[in-house]
């Protein structure tokens, strides 16, 4: 099998589940601005790349072009939502061309009888000092000052070239952990910590189609990679392990409490090696 020639590729750390879903994120943006748009992981796992019509910097400008507009009221029901897991409305480009909404970490539920809008464990790990929209818009403006900086060849790290910031979503597990270990959340605190906002962005966006397999407790989850170039609807059913190849190998992990706080754990590989047709 022949593959096409990627014309994005990123180093990233699969055991890392914000750099993993970053990965589904990057995918996922790549095709909405440029349709047709595949991705798939090297048989290492050490690379994830994408074949597309643009680059890494375009992708990552498209997505700090315009602030996200923060959904209070969902159109369909009437009901509210709560600022701090307020669902993100975004376009992608000027002519509003690609459109997204980020609601991956709110559900509806009946709470005593009532339909109500509340968070959706384990992918709100954030307190109420800060709003999804408060986070999105810090990470933002750190992407787009580290974005300045970056030569292309910097930007195929760009997952792991972090900035001291005190929001952030929390997908990325390596900067809470010294945190959580002393038994304090650095988002509750107001603490800055070191992280990258590629990450967090496009593990947020990476999120909304790539859901994993969670187990019957919601405190832990599987995922898989993919060795051929998919699309995203293809590479999410490939992520959960529906199709695999030679080389996929499934991710376990789980979400760790200290208290009242919560973190993602990093994953370890749990089986490998099944060969698909």
Known sequence: ????????TVNVDVTNP?????????LELADRLWPGAEGWFRQDDREFQVACAGTVRNLLEALVLQPPTPIERLECNGLEVAPIIAPLAFTFDSVSTSYLVLDAWTRIAVVRGVPQIISNPPWNFWSGNQTSMQIWSGLRRELI???????????????????MQKGRFGFDPGPAWNALDAGFSPNEQGIEVESSPATELLAAIGLQRFRPVMNDNRDGFDYFTWHR????????????????????????????????YAALDFAYPFYSGETYG
């Not at 099998?1 to 994005?8: D, G, H, K, L, R």
């Not at 992520?239 to 979400?255: F, Q």
């Open 18 to 26: 914000g750099q993993f879903f970053a990965c589904c994120g990057l």
């Open 229 to 260: 170039p998919y699309s995203p609807p293809v590479a999410a059913a490939a992520m959960v392990g529906t199709i695999r190849d030679r080389w996929s190998t499934c991710y376990r992990d789980s979400v760790t409490t200290r208290g009242q």
């Open 145 to 163: 000052t580290q974005l300045k900086r970056l030569t292309p060849d910097k930007l195929t790290d760009v997952f792991t070239q972090r900035l």
């Open 1 to 8: 099998m022949s593959f096409p020639e990627p014309s994005i």
